[in-house]
RNA sequence: GUGGGUAUAGCUCAGUUGGUUAGAGUGCCAGAUUGUGGCUCUGGAGGUCGUGGGUUCGAGUCUCACUAUCCACCCCA
């Protein structure tokens, strides 16, 4: 057997965890000033929940979803993503009898079968927030705003923001059908997918790569220039609510996620540097799922941001993120009683809250420093007989190497004080 | 899913037209006279050369398959 992480895995060893807790805390943190409350939800659901809930014409539900059958015969599906699953809680625990609107955000894993590359893994980490309720252009602007919040402390430039509205499904139904008239008579000269698209899903041909396409599809209606009176306002609105709060936006016609729920306002924040993942965030607004899964007719509106690739970005502009300091103490130890005696003092002084470390190897007691300046200890002390019968130690500050006698009894209060002086 | 590149020590990489026992730097461990880290010096451990077949007297080197990874598509976070 080949011990090796599964294709599109990979470990977060403790070496960078730090990064992880980092970006973890801030996001947590601006969720809180924003009210938005954390949800945990299943690492996996009912298939039926994504079929439903993301679309079953998507690319994700077609060909990348992780699906199994449990040992009770049903079909399970490892998440996606996490708007789906928020909403069957949402609908499940009957948040819609709860004071609207509600602002839930989440922390997860996801999961999907795709071909590896660099910025895209199988399984990936996803921060994310929906708001439930409000159907107004407000909210749109205040969960955007998170992720510009988010990006500024990072200290993150060049990050575009990139806004769209694909309407509602009145205009958009209509205008699907102006669009296809538009298409019929020179269709059989686009490429394959696209004549796919074109009975399927026609708005994605907007989105196409190709050349031939792009040029063809140019002259074409857009969605946004058909929108509906009421669509119109929204977008009107989110993008006076962004000036209001200066944050730059480009609109981007051919901006269509990859699932088949949003309405109206579509965003994503994408990266100028990182190649062809520079996608590091997408989200919008979707309007009738809450009710297309079960729940009464309820908006909503959320994003999902990629960890991997947020941290990607952070690391490729040099932005350094603050490592944890090292270990208080190391206290060496010479000879066996001394060793005891060590054994009992750290259990004690980490007690006190104050990171303490002692030998398990059998060092010597250079060995033993060596080891202390390694995991950058910012004081080392010597105990051995003499020590103990005189109760006091001299502690050693292991980057200037200045060196201060003191009892032995003296020890916490004195690295307490010590750390709160910074 | 399509096309292409790469794979040698924990990490970064050398390795000639196929030829003895596969190297360096870094990291790790130990030592440089008794109880003091960082600098320096010395020594040591660590590799089924991604995996499995094939060609050959002989393969790290050539060939095929598989696996992993990276790049361009598709699509996405």
């Given at each position: 057997m080949k011990l090796q992480a599964p294709k599109g895995t990979k470990d977060i060893l403790p070496d960078e965890i730090y990064k992880w807790h980092y970006v973890e805390k801030l996001f947590r943190d601006i969720c809180n000033a924003y009210g938005y409350k954390e949800i945990r939800i299943p690492v996996f659901e009912y298939t039926e929940l994504f079929q439903r809930g993301v679309g079953d014409s998507t690319d994700i539900v077609q060909k990348e979803m992780y699906t199994f059958n449990d040992k009770g015969g049903r079909s399970i599906t490892l998440r996606p993503e996490g708007t789906a699953g928020t909403v069957r809680a949402y609908?499940?625990?009957?948040?819609?009898?709860l004071p609207h609107p509600i602002k839930l955000f989440y922390e997860i894993t996801a999961y999907r079968y795709e071909k590896m590359q660099k910025g895209r893994y199988r399984e990936h980490n996803q921060f994310g927030v929906e708001i439930f309720?409000?159907?107004?252009?407000?909210?749109?602007?205040?969960?955007?705003?998170?992720?510009?919040?988010?990006?500024?402390?990072?200290?993150?430039?060049?990050?575009?923001l990139n806004i769209n509205s694909i309407g509602c499904p009145a205009?958009?139904?209509?205008?699907?059908?102006?669009?296809?008239?538009?298409?019929e008579s020179k269709i059989h000269m686009f490429c394959e997918t696209c004549r796919t698209r074109y009975e399927r899903n026609p708005l994605r041909i907007l989105d196409c790569k190709e050349e031939k396409c792009k040029e063809l599809v140019a002259d074409a209606p857009s969605v946004l220039d058909n929108l509906c009176g009421e669509c119109r306002e929204h977008f009107e609105g989110l993008k006076k609510g962004?000036?209001?709060?200066?944050?730059?936006y480009n609109i981007d016609k051919n901006i269509v996620r990859g699932q088949d729920y949003y309405t109206k306002t579509v965003f994503e924040f994408v990266?100028?540097?990182?190649?062809?993942?520079?996608?590091?965030?997408?989200g919008g607004r979707y309007d009738g799922l809450v009710e297309y899964c079960g729940g009464s007719p309820t908006p909503g509106m959320g994003?999902?941001?990629?960890?991997?690739?947020?941290?990607?970005?952070?690391?490729?502009?040099?932005?350094?993120?603050?490592?944890?300091?090292?270990?208080?103490?190391?206290?060496?130890?010479?000879?066996?009683?001394?060793?005891k005696f060590a054994d009992k003092l750290v259990y004690i002084i980490r007690a006190e809250g104050i990171s303490a470390e002692k030998d398990h190897m059998g060092r010597s007691l250079k060995a033993q420093l060596k080891y202390a300046d390694k995991i950058e200890c910012k004081y080392s002390a010597v105990i051995g007989e003499n020590e103990i019968k005189n109760n006091k130690i001299i502690l050693r500050n292991m980057k200037t190497g200045e060196q201060t006698e003191m009892k032995i009894d003296c020890l916490v209060e004195f690295l307490k004080g010590g750390r709160s002086n910074g």
């Open positions: 609908i499940e625990h009957g948040m819609a009898s309720g409000s159907k107004g252009p407000s909210s749109d602007v205040e969960v955007i705003s998170i992720l510009d919040l988010l990006f500024k402390k990072l200290g993150l430039k060049d990050i575009e205009c958009r139904g209509k205008f699907i059908e102006k669009f296809r008239q538009h298409l962004l000036e209001n709060l200066g944050i730059n990266s100028k540097n990182v190649g062809t993942q520079g996608t590091i965030c997408g994003f999902g941001l990629g960890v991997e690739r947020l941290l990607m970005e952070t690391e490729s502009q040099g932005i350094v993120i603050p490592r944890p300091e090292g270990t208080d103490l190391y206290i060496a130890t010479v000879g066996d009683i001394a060793d």
